[in-house]
């Protein structure tokens, strides 16, 4: 009996087979990714009137890696675009200042939110970013508050007051220039330049870029600190153009502020590291002769792996506190701050689905004297998909 020498064992086939798609999503140019968030909110007690609004979000981005696309070495082009039904619960019911959704737009739009290029050199040690940016995506973020609904806690609300019509930050954005460089294995400092005036504030719901007309520029720096599962950073920020001072209703420079934060992990559990505890807090200060809050202060914590299952949901308790500053206490009658707090749980169905229950309540919504405290129930539906092409 002749022996087949060219018998192939089930492993080597299995091996043949997975091995080509491997390769190809280890070689892939491009990534394509979709997510839907809808938010019910309903506004039981307080604030300017009960009722309940539907948000929803949609965010389509495409990621490419321009030197396995084009041969374009260490350049990377990125689109992202969203929309959103413009439904709003702060700006309706509740009247609070730092907005209860982090989708709450008030303007039913599309909008591009993000097209840029970003060249890397130096052995990726260094690299620079142009085109339309949000300043959110790399500056004063901290990836733990992920998981609240409340806008204050993923952006230093000092900063997200600021400007005419905001910062370059969601839903709408400008311009930009970022040039980022890594001094150590632990530092990187990087540094950006914006329109000052996002957008078109006579058309919100363009896409629009206009430059001029005394807009001015956002001058943005930031240093951070990364050592295993801890991370801090301080920025700065300021704008050129002159702004009406609340006291005296003259124009006047000296918009700017700072920022600072801190996260990490203070506990892992010893049988399932994937689980365990972190804590974050991030503050800011701004100018109060033209920004009506001088203070913010935002903290959490989120426990990751409550249900024994598995560590596919998280816990979180979360405060978010605003200071007015003077002259717009007197200006407008105001009261000393605003105080949110947040407990939220969210629940992985699979890769794709997740839902979460939350519930806020806000102490003198709007720092406003007439309006009572607020408490709020909402549920959060979190659709997500994405693909390499």
């Given at each position: 009996m002749l022996r087949n020498t060219h018998a192939v064992s089930p492993l080597a086939l299995l091996t043949f087979l997975v091995a080509p798609a491997a390769a190809a999503a280890e070689e892939s140019a491009a990534r394509f990714d979709i997510r839907y968030i809808a938010d019910v909110m309903?506004?039981?007690?307080?604030?300017?009137?009960?009722?309940?609004?539907?948000?929803?979000?949609?965010?389509?981005?495409?990621?490419?890696?321009?030197?396995?696309?084009?041969?374009?070495?260490?350049?990377?082009?990125?689109?992202?675009?969203?929309?959103?039904?413009?439904?709003?619960?702060?700006?309706?019911?509740?009247?609070?200042?730092?907005?209860?959704?982090?989708?709450?737009?008030?303007?039913?739009?599309?909008?591009?939110?993000?097209?840029?290029?970003?060249?890397?050199?130096?052995?990726?040690?260094?690299?620079?970013?142009?085109?339309?940016?949000?300043?959110?995506?790399?500056?004063?973020?901290?990836?733990?508050?992920?998981?609240?609904?409340?806008?204050?806690?993923?952006?230093?609300?000092?900063?997200?007051?600021?400007?005419?019509?905001?910062?370059?930050?969601?839903?709408?954005?400008?311009?930009?220039?970022?040039?980022?460089?890594?001094?150590?294995?632990?530092?990187?400092?990087?540094?950006?330049?914006?329109?000052?005036?996002?957008?078109?504030?006579?058309?919100?719901?363009?896409?629009?870029?206009?430059?001029?007309?005394?807009?001015?520029?956002?001058?943005?720096?930031?240093?951070?600190?990364?050592?295993?599962?801890?991370?801090?950073?301080?920025?700065?920020?300021?704008?050129?153009?002159?702004?009406?001072?609340?006291?005296?209703?003259?124009?006047?420079?000296?918009?700017?502020?700072?920022?600072?934060?801190?996260?990490?992990?203070?506990?892992e559990d010893p049988d399932d590291p994937r689980r365990g505890l972190a804590l974050y807090a991030h503050g800011g200060w701004a100018s109060a002769g033209v920004n009506p809050f001088k203070y913010s202060l935002a903290a959490g914590a989120v426990y990751t792996g409550i249900l024994p299952a598995g560590p596919e949901d998280d816990l979180g308790l979360s405060v978010a506190w605003v200071e007015s500053g003077g002259p717009y206490k007197r200006a407008d009658d105001a009261l000393k701050r605003e105080v949110a707090f947040e407990l939220t749980y969210r629940a992985r169905i699979n890769d794709m689905i997740a839902i979460q229950p939350d519930i806020q309540y806000v102490i003198n919504p709007g720092v406003a004297p007439d309006v009572k405290d607020a408490f709020v129930i909402g549920l959060r539906l979190d659709l997500a998909w994405g693909t390499d092409l």
């Amino acid at each position: 009996m002749l022996r087949n020498t060219h018998a192939v064992s089930p492993l080597a086939l299995l091996t043949f087979l997975v091995a080509p798609a491997a390769a190809a999503a280890e070689e892939s140019a491009a990534r394509f990714d979709i997510r839907y968030i809808a938010d019910v909110m309903s506004n039981l007690s307080g604030g300017l009137e009960t009722g309940s609004r539907y948000m929803d979000n949609l965010d389509l981005s495409l990621e490419v890696d321009a030197e396995r696309a084009m041969g374009w070495n260490g350049a990377t082009l990125f689109l992202y675009g969203v929309y959103n039904n413009g439904k709003a619960l702060s700006g309706d019911l509740v009247g609070d200042a730092q907005a209860l959704s982090s989708i709450e737009t008030g303007v039913e739009a599309a909008r591009l939110l993000e097209a840029w290029i970003d060249q890397r050199f130096l052995d990726d040690r260094a690299s620079i970013r142009v085109g339309l940016y949000d300043l959110n995506s790399e500056f004063d973020v901290i990836d733990t508050a992920d998981l609240f609904l409340h806008a204050a806690q993923t952006t230093t609300f000092a900063l997200a007051q600021s400007g005419e019509a905001g910062p370059s930050i969601f839903p709408v954005t400008s311009l930009a220039a970022r040039a980022e460089f890594r001094l150590t294995d632990a530092l990187l400092l990087r540094t950006a330049v914006l329109d000052g005036v996002p957008g078109d504030p006579d058309h919100p719901k363009r896409t629009a870029v206009k430059l001029g007309d005394g807009d001015g520029a956002l001058l943005v720096s930031e240093l951070e600190y990364g050592a295993g599962s801890m991370r801090a950073a301080a920025g700065y920020w300021r704008y050129t153009a002159r702004f009406e001072d609340l006291e005296t209703g003259r124009l006047r420079r000296g918009n700017d502020g700072i920022y600072a934060l801190v996260e990490g992990r203070v506990y892992e559990d010893p049988d399932d590291p994937r689980r365990g505890l972190a804590l974050y807090a991030h503050g800011g200060w701004a100018s109060a002769g033209v920004n009506p809050f001088k203070y913010s202060l935002a903290a959490g914590a989120v426990y990751t792996g409550i249900l024994p299952a598995g560590p596919e949901d998280d816990l979180g308790l979360s405060v978010a506190w605003v200071e007015s500053g003077g002259p717009y206490k007197r200006a407008d009658d105001a009261l000393k701050r605003e105080v949110a707090f947040e407990l939220t749980y969210r629940a992985r169905i699979n890769d794709m689905i997740a839902i979460q229950p939350d519930i806020q309540y806000v102490i003198n919504p709007g720092v406003a004297p007439d309006v009572k405290d607020a408490f709020v129930i909402g549920l959060r539906l979190d659709l997500a998909w994405g693909t390499d092409l």
